[in-house]
Structure formats: structure tokens, C-alpha cells
């Protein structure tokens, strides 16, 4: 039985061509990822507080943000158009309460230049008191 000409050449010392083909898949993912970069800035962080407790330990006032992304894109965002929040407002007793940093953007215009932004840390803790109250009651 005959082999087909082109089936025959496919088949045709196959090891050293997988390996090539798998070699130059290595190269395009290296490729890909050695040119996302990650810059780091400082942005105001609006804190709101319940208003019948106080806080007992320290609030921040800045979080660290992470932009994840090419490196000739992250350096062009300008992020005065970031805002960071975190809402405290849910406190209903004393102690310590964790709530999570809420980043603000155009999500679809980051998203769809494969930038992508994240809070470090991405949540707070603070020790809440009632008003009035001292700790040594």
C-alpha cells in the first residue's frame, strides 16, 4: 500500500518537529510575560466611620495600589482617575472591624487595555469604641 506523498512528509521525522513547535510556543509565552510590568503609587484613601463609635487605633489616610499591565501603558495612567474608599458604616458594637478597600475606575477601559489595578492591602482592620467611653470603664 501506497502512502500519501504530503501524509508521508507530515509523519516524517515528527519528534524534532513537535519539539520545534513546542520550543517556539516557549518563546511567545516568554515573550509575553517578560513585557507586563507592575508600577506602585500612593492615592488618598476616603475613610468613612460609623458615627456613634470611635476609632482606637490608627486610621489610614493612603493605600497602595498595584497597576498590572504592559509596561508602555501602565506609566501613561494617570491615577488621579483612581479612588479608594473603604465604609466602615456597617460598626454596631465595640471591637475590631475588617472592611474591605474599594477601588473606583473605569473598569472597561483598564480591562480592555489588559491593565488590571488591585489595593494593597485589600482590607483594614480598626478598633472601634463607643463615644464617650473610656477603656479604663
Known sequence: MKRNKYLQNFIYDWPAKVLSLVFAIGIYLFIQYSTIGARVVTIPLDVNLPPSYTAESLVPHSVDIRIKGNDDIIYLIDPD????RIDF?????????????????????????????????????????????????
Open 81 to 84: 482617575y483612581i479612588t479608594a
Open 89 to 137: 458604616s456597617f460598626v454596631k458594637e465595640a471591637g475590631i472591624a475588617t472592611a474591605p478597600v474599594v477601588l473606583e475606575y473605569e473598569e472597561n477601559v483598564f480591562n480592555n487595555g489588559g491593565v488590571y489595578i488591585s489595593a494593597e492591602p485589600s482590607q483594614f482592620r480598626i478598633l472601634f469604641g463607643k463615644k464617650g467611653s473610656s477603656p479604663n470603664d
